[in-house]
């Protein structure tokens, strides 16, 4: 099963749902009573082996996997039952999200039968060149409302200097972050991650932070905990921090 | 007017037109001269001529309408007049898409994604770029997002005259009876 | 190949071609299916068998090459085709003054010629022809110089309640955006 999961690319699927419809699929799980430490477990080894992460991807499989361990840590609550409300199942929310995309997934065979049968049939063109046209530029078919923002845009862009057009592009790396969290880590014993994800306005560095804490997880740099009152995770420092 | 003048009319339409051939449209081009045939019946004899006399083209009924179409069969020779040796095929992405936004529209891009549950800006770009889809509009809540819907392209390049015309979205319960029956 | 499927191949090939179909472009299409025919004498006997069955369109020698076009009476009819379209057909001239003034309005022409670095009088007139631009008004410099705006059915066509509906450019830069950055 391990060697299996090795063969498979992340770019295989098309998203963590794909991704968990798959993992279902092949342990034959019911949908509707998904193991959740089980799937999470997979899942996260999976987005581990995964050798080539590209982040545009990756970052919508590490909001998942945060989701996942979000569901377990809820999981392992005691039930109150106060008699007249009922509990909502944790998984609910991503059960359902799971059944809704197998629709789509399920209509996109027939998109690709439909386009497959329609493949051999090329529309007549006529002659572009036709004497109906009030001049002979080039006339541009059924022009759009995106042709016409694509147009402006060129056309701003050749226009304006290229200095005054910069935009600050934000780059942050897994390296930067596994720093910035080794430092933080230095001055306090305890992190709160939700503390974290505050401090940080894009989503983009709050996946590739998540990722550093997976690698410095793996790395056994931290301790990652999940309380039991509350879902959020704790990072302290681990076997190897500092060296 | 007579049947065989119209039939040869609505033969110069259908060659010359850059988008499908419409009642509505075939009534404008008409003019004056009034018809008492439909259009449909001028359709189907033209139809029957075409095959009697071997042609190597058909009409067909798209996006509702008319256009002329070339018979599947010369399709290896065809491809050769295009330089990416013939029609691009969609992305698994591109196709997920399109079937979110074929059966939800006017959708946001929002919407596309929470139920991919991944960005899908690049599917969004290539079919905006094949014109398969359009922004229609903003949604009226308060993010006034961008509204995409499927394009008159969208049906000619999947051969069907009208959205309805989709096969209905099966239940989620039939998909699974089905996946167990594979089990078994 | 026999003169009768060449026939065929050829009327596919002329009937799918966007552009003058050469012998080269035909050659290229046939592939390894060698003929010793030339392309001329299969348009021949291609041109006997649409006269003689009265086709309403012909071939054309034009650019080189080989074209399908419509028979000259049926002139009347066709130009109904394009008079109103549904769709929006544009010279890239006149999709370019379209595009800043849908965002810039309202401009004057000086405005919009400083951007395209051409003159615009005559995509000017074919949009304020075509009803998609209207003069509004004029500016308060010294050259009262006359403003253009998008009109209602500019608004219209394009699905739009105001203005302020246009996707902005933000907007556009996320669907175009680059996604494959690399993370490590």
Known sequence: ?243 | MEINELKQIVEALLIATPEPLTETRFHTCLGDSVSKIPLQEVIRELTTDYEQSGRAFFIKEVAGGYQIVTNGEFEPYIKGLFSKSGKLRLSQAALETLAIVSYKQPVTRNDIESIRGVSSDSSLRTLLDRKLLEIRGREDGPGRALLYRTSTEFLQYFGLNSVKDLPRLREVEDILAEDDQELV
């Open chain 1, 1 to 243: 099963m391990k060697n299996q999961l090795h063969r498979i690319d992340l770019e295989m699927f098309e998203g963590p749902l794909d991704l968990l419809l798959f993992l279902i699929k092949r342990d034959e799980l019911n949908i509707y009573d998904i193991p959740i430490a089980k799937i999470t477990k997979d899942f996260l080894e999976f987005v581990n082996l995964a050798k080539e992460l590209r982040l545009h991807s990756a970052g919508d499989f590490v909001l998942m996997a945060a989701t996942l361990m979000k569901i377990k840590a809820r999981m392992l609550l005691p039930i109150e039952a106060d008699g007249d409300d009922e509990i909502e199942d944790p998984r609910t929310e991503l059960m359902n999200m799971l059944l809704e995309y197998k629709r789509y997934k399920e209509a996109t065979t027939t998109f690709s039968e439909m386009e497959r049968s329609e493949r051999p049939h090329y529309y007549h063109i006529p002659a572009t060149w036709s004497p109906h046209q009030e001049d002979n530029t080039a006339i541009l078919e059924d022009v759009k409302l995106y042709d016409i923002m694509l147009t402006f845009q060129y056309l701003i862009k050749n226009y304006e200097e290229p200095a005054t057009h910069s935009v600050a592009v934000e780059e942050v790396t897994l390296s930067e972050q596994v720093g910035f969290l080794s430092g933080l880590l230095q001055a306090n014993a305890k992190l709160s991650f939700a503390g974290l994800l505050e401090k940080f306005e894009s989503r983009l560095v709050v996946v590739v932070t998540f990722l550093a804490i997976l690698e410095m997880l793996r790395n056994r740099q931290v301790k990652v905990k999940q309380s039991k009152l509350f879902d959020d995770l704790l990072i302290s420092r681990g076997s190897t921090f500092g060296n």
